[in-house]
């Protein structure tokens, strides 16, 4: 009994991906892009990254989609308890984001309008030298920790062939004592075939 269902599992196995694939003409979208991440705490932190997805179709209009970006290190500033004063602190903070869910695609054709709806995590890594004063001024996030995160977003791509261009812009919410809205957007070439 124990064979017939380890084989029955793995004719499942290889069986559904073959029927994934017959159903669409493109089969698989991948891209690298660039990442602007509004990190929307006490202080407003403009982060810029890089990041990569890739995307396998379920139908013609549907894809699951994994991406992961990573944003660079940032010096920040903080205002002193007499409220006078500005210093800025090298913290390098750098959030590493994960994320994975479906992408629903509108149209087929040239250009294509989609929303999307991911989860996934956000880690924020800190090395801290001289700050003084700054660990734990954007509510526990500069002494490093991972959340979970929600990404609702909506975009726009154009095709030439197998190559195109995408953009898509979003609310990256982690969860830290309630949900923290941050403005994401992405932007660079993709490949589908």
Request: net charge neutral; glycine share 12%.
């Amino acid at each position: 009994m124990k064979r017939v269902t380890l084989l029955a599992v793995l004719a499942i196995l290889v069986v559904i991906p073959g029927m994934v694939f017959a159903q669409t003409e493109n089969h698989v979208e991948f891209g690298p892009f660039a990442d602007y991440f509004r990190l929307d705490q006490n202080n407003v932190t403009n982060f810029v990254g890089v990041g990569g997805r890739i995307g396998v179709y379920v139908n013609p209009y549907t894809s699951i989609e994994a991406e992961m970006a990573y944003d660079f290190a940032r010096n920040n500033s903080f205002t002193t308890n007499n409220g006078l004063t500005t210093s800025f602190a090298t913290t390098r903070l750098r959030p590493l984001t994960g994320l994975f869910g479906p992408k629903f695609q509108f149209s087929k054709g040239h250009f294509d309008a989609f929303a999307t709806g991911k989860a996934g995590f956000v880690h924020f890594s800190n090395t801290c030298r001289d700050c003084i004063g700054f660990v734990g001024a954007v509510n526990g996030i500069t002494d490093g920790d991972t959340r979970f995160a929600l990404y609702p977003g909506v975009g726009l791509e154009g095709f030439w062939g197998p190559f195109g261009l995408r953009f898509d812009v979003g609310d990256q919410i982690y969860f830290l004592n309630g949900a923290q809205n941050n403005l994401r957007m992405t932007f660079g070439p993709h490949f589908r075939f």
